[in-house]
Each structure stands twice: as C-alpha cells, then as structure tokens.
C-alpha cells in the first residue's frame, strides 16, 4: 500500500517547476510510504507522476513506481495490492510474458499492455488506486476499486487536473481553490461524514468505487470522462437467477471454501502480517481463518477502555487464547484520545465525525510496532444484516404510515407551528434525542423519499439547518436525492444502500487514513468482490433470522469457536465519548466552540452553547455535539 499523486498540464511545464510540485505532492504523503519517493515527468505532454512507497510485496528495487510496462506504453502508480497476481502471472507467462521482477504492478501493466485498461481492470481483485498514462494515446486513465477500498481525488483548477491518495496533495499544488463546499459541511453534521460524491472543497471530488476516468486534452484543457467497469447494483440484479444451496450446511460449507481462499490470498506478503481482533464474529471469523491457514500463530491486537463500560477487550483475549494467537492488548484512556483528537484535521482532511477513529488511530500505531499489514472484518454488518436498522422497526415510520396522506400535511403544519420544547417533550419525554424526533416526524409527513427516511433514521443533525448560521440555512438542508436500491425487502435495500454509501465514505475512510497515518496496510477480505458477489446471492434468511443479523457467519464461525464465546449482543466500537466530553475532554470542546467569527460565520452561537451547557450539566447530546466539534475544528485549522 502507498499514496500516489500527480497531475497533468495539457499546455505543458517545464522541467523545474514540474519537480518542485511533484516532491511537494510526494512529500505531503510520506505517511503512506515511508520507504520511497519515486517520480516521473514528461514535461512535454504536461504529465507528472509520483509515489510514496509501503513496500509489501516485492521489496527490490524491480517493485519501485512509477513503473512503465515492458512496451514502454503504459506508465503507472499504483496504490493498493492485487491479491490475484499471482493467478494473473501464470496466465500471461503462458501467452509468453517475461517478468523481471515479482511485484504485483509489474504484473497489471503486463496484463494493460496484452489485453489493455478497460479489459484488466474487471480481472482485478484486490484493493487499488491507479493512475496510468497511455503515452500511445496521450490519456491519463485514473481508477479505483469495486468497494472503495483504497482513495483516489481529483481536482480541476489552473489549466490542469491534479489527483491524490489524499487532499493535503493536491492541496499543495499552486493556486488550489480553497472554497469550502457547504453543502459537506451540513453532510457532516446529518451523517457525520462528507460523502455524496463530494468533498469540502467544492474544486475536489473522490474518484466512485468500481469506476475509471479517462483524462484526454481538448483545447489544451483537461477533459474528463468516466465509466464503471463494476457496481453492487449490477451484482444485485445478476444474483437474482441464482439458483440458492440445498440448505444451511451447503451454504456454509461453500463460504468456508471461499473466504478460507480469499483470506489465504490476502495474507502474502514479504513483511509480517497480523490482524485486528475486537471480539466480535467479523473479526473472531477473519482471525480462525487466518490461524487455520498460518503455518505459525497469527498476531493479534485488540483495543480497550479504562472504562469497564466500553471495554470488550475480554471477549476478544477470550478468542485469541481459543485459537492460540499472539495476541497485543491496549487500553485506551482519555489522554490517549486527546493526542489523536488534536490531528484529525491534518489526518483526514475533511470534518470526520465518526467516534471510533480515535480507537483506530490507537490500535493502528501500536499494531504497526509489530507488523506492517493487518487484516480486519469490516464489511460483515452490510453484507450479512449486522446492524440493528435491518432488524429492528421504525417506530416514527411506521407512526406516520398510519397518517392519512390527506392529514399529514395539516399535522406537520401544526407540529411544526408548536413550540418546540413542548414537543420534544410529548414525543421524546425530554430525550437527547428529541430534536431529531421532531425533525424526523416533519420530515416523514412531507412525504420523504425511502433515502431520506432512512438517513435521517441514523442521522446526528436530521436537520443541520436548527445550527447553521442563516447565511448557510438556506442550503443546510438540501440533499440530493439518492436512488433506493430495488430489493425484495427493506432490509435488503438497507444493507445495498450502506454498501453503496456508508462503507465506501465512513468505515473505508475512518480505516484507511488511520491505518496510513500510522504507515499501516489494512486489508477487508469480507470485501473481496467474489465474497460481495457470494453475500448477494444468498436469500435474506440467510443473513437474518429470528430477527438476528449474520446467520450465515454465526453458523461458519461456530465451526471454530464455541458459540458461546461471541453470542452477545452487539456494541460497536463505541468510545465513552459522553464522559470525555465532560471531562478531560471538556477544556478543548471550550476553545473549539469558543464564539468568534469563524463559529459565528457557519453556525448558530446561541445554538451551541445551549446544547454544549446542556451537556456539561449531565444531559447527554454527544452525538451531536461531535460533528460539530470536529467541523470547527477543521475550520479553525484552515
């Protein structure tokens, strides 16, 4: 895994200027890969290409990037690992390839110079963000992975189009366009998260999952074109002819089969390996399987807290000791979080408002003294009904369903013409939660469509607009109407919706910068797309029964560990967030919500420092108050 950034002036650029810019793009991603830089230019054509190196697969020099295939067409940098390269070597040594060395990139640009771009990268499986030049056809061909593993960005400003692992490259560059998109900034307050096919800068846009760019020149000015080569909307409509297995026992043998497979291919690497362990079934089933495959015992970490509350660290030493790991406890204390709180602006770039990259960022830098890749189970919620929301009812849905369309509009008229302090307390009794209830009934009775239903079901702010200040109100709101995966059950269209949103731009970005803060490869065998494409097939009941999530791991999982060890209710990777905020915690919430112009200029003051108050005094509002914290403070780091 690396950082790869670089840029491309149709008009052209000369030598010296090309070099400085491209060592400020690599320099600002040394995190990434702290074993290289590598760069190449072409000034003539504008083009600039450059790498920061993780080595993990082939560590000679025949590994180091950029690399051009052995025609001398394809030019390439390349972020990620393709976990079938070898299987992709034999193939095309049989057609009479030679290799010179043994690294995976050698062997996409041997399968780009035989079969070409578009035709190699559905071959692919892996994790990647690729950046090609076609010195043949003079295009920049940018691509990313099916589930959005590995980040790509792309920018537009100045007569060039710059790309980047992360934004701080891109930002580098001369004359970046530093306005902030407000619509992110409300994003992150409903959903804690920027997403949406955007970013905080209104001139930068990630790369979609399982697509590909083709940047050509037209009027000296970069033209941008892209395409998808692979979506989970198309495995969804392919997987409905599939004919099911006979039964339990079938379908849990043939997932056994694979993923034993896909964890074995994930786990080659020419540096030691390891693997988060939380407890939980994702991470106890990636670990059996890393253990029944290992000719040693596997490293294992776990996070914990001090406070006993939050700590399931027990479960997960429970598991370890079953299946004779080498297992790695930390235990996370407030002070801890405190050293990671005060570099999330410089690690993620944009407000990110998900709790649980403080114990990720921990458990990353204490993995990455022993290993340089660790294996997760991420993905095992939305591909096989973890969370609660597939499960459990609706309760305000289902309330307004019982409306009759021609009274929702009079209802939500007078609800929203009440005071609001009176109606929080007849709908929520004086819960933190109230506000959204109340957001979230007005919502449902002006007709919501199922994605705005179901975000503002999960969301912090249902309405960012009750903080932001009047200059960004108007827009606060906003959001664009994302299409609802058609599925046989709202379950279903629930979990495709996550995959397709909430995996791809929170818990891939919350993994992936935390990790490469800490120069830490991550890999998600659950998100393998054979293991994707295996999950879409099989029949809800599969994935919920009885009214619980994952049946099918649960039942694979028992083959390797007593169920009694992991059969307890979910917890997440929670962090005593409320607690902290009033502790030690508080003194830097204080100075982050302090009311000056930049808070005054984004958000309500009044607002603010009512529901921080109200925290302070034991009312618990931390969920809403994080997105808020984290916003001001990017702002305030700008």
Partial sequence: MCGIAGFWRPAGTNAETATAALQRMTDALAHRGPDADGHWHDTDRGIALGHRRLSIVDLSPTGAQPMRSRSGRFTTVFNGEIYNFRHLRDELSAKGVQFRGSSDTEVMLAGF???????????????????????????????????????????????????????????????????????????????????????IYRSVTPLHPGSYAVVSSRNGFP???????????DVLRGAEATVPYADDESATIALDALLTEVVGDEMVADVPVGAFLSGGIDSSLIVSLMQKVASRPVRTFTIGFRENSHDESPFARAVAEHLGTDHTEILLAADDALQFVERLPSIFDEPFADPSALPTLLVSAVTRQHVTVALSGD?????????????????????????????????GAA?????????????????????????????????????????????????????????????????GNDAWPQAASEAEARMTYDMLHYMPDDILVKVDRSAMACSLETRAPLLDHRVVSFAAQQPLGLKIRAGRGKFLLRNLLARYIPAAMIDR??????????????????????????????????????????????????????????????????????
């Fill in 415 to 479: 609800i929203n013409a009440s005071p609001a302090a009176l109606v929080d307390s007849l709908l929520s009794r004086g819960s933190s939660w109230a506000p959204n209830t109340r957001a979230r009934l007005l919502r449902e009775l002006r007709h919501a469509s199922p994605a705005q239903s179901y975000t503002s079901l999960l969301a912090r702010w249902v309405s960012p607009a009750q903080v932001m200040s009047a200059s960004h109100a108007s827009i606060a709101d906003e959001r």
């Fill in 379 to 411: 993905g095992g919620d939305e591909l096989f009904g973890g969370y609660s929301q597939y499960t459990a009812p609706d309760s305000i849905g289902k309330l307004v369903q019982r409306v009759p369309d021609i009274l929702r509009a009079p209802l």
């Fill in 113 to 199: 110079d035989l079969w070409g771009i578009s035709a190699t990268l559905p071959r692919l499986a892996g994790m990647f963000a690729i950046a090609v030049w076609d010195a043949a056809t003079e295009e920049l061909w940018l691509a990313r992975d099916r589930m959005g593993e590995k980040p790509l960005f792309i920018a537009q400003f100045a007569g060039q189009l710059a790309f980047g692992s992360e934004i701080k490259a891109i930002r580098t560059l001369t004359g970046f366009p530093r306005d902030i998109n407000p619509h992110a900034v409300a994003a992150v307050l409903r959903d804690g998260y920027v997403g949406g096919g955007q970013s």
């Fill in 569 to 638: 209710p979910k917890q997440g990777f929670d962090i005593p967030l409320a607690q902290w905020l009033r502790g030690p915690l508080r003194a830097w919430g204080d100075a982050t919500l302090a009311n000056d112009a930049v808070l005054r200029d984004w958000f309500e003051p009044d607002v603010v420092t009512r529901l921080w108050t109200a925290h302070q005094r034991g009312e618990n509002h931390a969920e809403r108050l994080w997105p808020l914290l984290v916003t001001m403070q990017w702002l305030r780091a700008q």
């Fill in 223 to 233: 033209h941008v074109r892209t395409d998808s080569y692979w979506s989970v909307l």
